[in-house]
């Protein structure tokens, strides 16, 4: 059993890691947001190399296509009163071949229990992208493409897997008009209603 500390104390430990430290090609900065009070959590994967540098999750395209979605404006999406935002590594991890490389698989082991503890009132957890989607669901359809698909079948466990918002996946929406049609609206709802 993990100690009990208070939210704000863990934060400060969260955001003073270096256990990635030598692996990180632009150094430790760990990005996140939560308050006790959060009923809705967004997991996404890592921090790009603009969030690393302003320290602000989801301030990118990926972001503002996020919010999109949610149908939620910046002041209300940055409310960690109300959304808490704890990506699977808290860390830019670097680049790869075909964008930025998976998120430090350290972070989740090393902290994502004990913040989930200190956080009552979540009702509605975002699961965005594999990273999260192969980590948190019960059960994994096999691609992104199906379990978004069969997103309903993770509500009853408080999940909603997505896709990545990012400029990359614009063909794969594009490929998949009924995540906008269908998809989306439901996640609107369902938003509405943790965040009344």
């Known amino acids: 059993m993990s100690r009990r500390i208070p939210l704000q104390d863990l934060l400060r430990e969260v955001r003073a890691c270096r256990l990635c430290e030598d692996v990180l090609p632009l150094g430790p900065n760990p990005v996140l ?11 996404g994967q890592a921090p790009g190399t603009k969030v690393h540098g302003t320290g602000i999750p989801w301030n990118d395209p990926s972001g503002d296509r996020l919010r999109d979605w949610l149908a939620i404006d910046r002041d209300t ?17 670097g680049r790869g071949k075909g964008g930025d490389l998976p998120p430090r698989p350290e972070c989740a082991a090393a902290w994502h229990a004990r913040l989930l ?25 096999g691609s992104i493409t199906e379990n978004v698909r069969h997103y309903a079948d993770a509500l009853p466990a408080g999940y909603f897997p997505l ?4 400029p990359r996946n614009t063909l794969w929406l594009r490929q998949r008009p009924w995540f906008e049609k269908e998809v989306v609206p439901e996640l609107r709802r369902q938003v509405k209603k943790v965040l009344p």
């Open 33 to 43: 947001r939560a308050a006790e009070s959060a009923r809705l959590l967004i997991v």
């Open 117 to 141: 503890e200190l956080l009552p009132d979540l009702q509605l957890t975002l699961l965005v992208g594999q990273y999260a989607q192969r980590y948190y669901l019960p059960h994994w359809y």
């Open 77 to 93: 999406f940055y409310d960690e009163s109300r959304i808490a935002i704890i990506p699977m590594g808290f860390c830019y991890p």
């Open 163 to 166: 896709p990545h918002p990012s």
